[in-house]
């Protein structure tokens, strides 16, 4: 979805903000914004934070350096149908596998044990609590003058939904919930 340049996930477009103004690699960030949400949703739910979260974050932080990496100059993203494609496909994967990975006893994202926790908190739905997690972190991506586009917005708006879609979708063919 980076590589895209249509406008990234929120969540992303923080990260990619952060290493702009400040330095480091966009992995770098993704660890450093999700160790403070382990400590943000330790509050949420007056508990310990979660220290496996750390796990994903670690993760996630080396491939997305490796395949920004492997692909900065190898995509023609400027081609608009290339553009889509690769956001569109990007957005689908993710959304299953958020939708997937929640349903395991996996360690939660940080970004995601945010959705999980203020769901339970509050009550809301999954997909409502995702739309206000990535509501959030696209305004301080914003402030912070990230790489937000039409994709983003799209993100904002659809990726708790897919989450929830794809979930149910799970739920049709039977994959178990752990």
């Not at 750390?54 to 993203?77: E, K, R, V």
């Not at 206000?132 to 904002?156: K, W």
């Amino acid at each position: 979805m980076i590589q895209a340049r249509i406008g990234i996930a929120p969540w992303d477009a923080l990260n990619v903000a952060l290493e702009k103004h400040l330095g480091m690699s966009i992995g770098f960030w993704v660890f450093a914004v999700g160790s403070i949400l382990i400590i943000i949703n330790g509050f949420i739910k007056q508990g310990m934070p979660n220290l496996l979260g750390f796990i994903p974050i670690i993760i996630i932080g080396l491939l997305i350096d490796g395949i920004n990496f492997l692909f900065a100059d190898g995509m023609d993203s400027n081609n608009k149908i290339t553009g889509w494609f690769l956001f569109i496909t990007g957005l689908l994967v993710l959304s299953c596998g958020i939708a997937f990975y929640i349903r395991s006893s996996l360690p939660a994202v940080p970004n995601d044990e945010f959705m999980i926790e203020l769901s339970k908190r509050t009550g809301w739905s999954l997909a409502l609590t995702k739309t206000c997690g990535e509501g959030l972190a696209f305004l301080i991506a914003f402030l912070l003058n990230g790489p937000i586009g039409v994709g983003t917005l799209v993100v904002v708006c659809l990726l708790g939904v897919l989450i929830n879609v794809a979930s149910r979708f799970f739920d049709m063919i039977k994959i178990p919930k752990y």
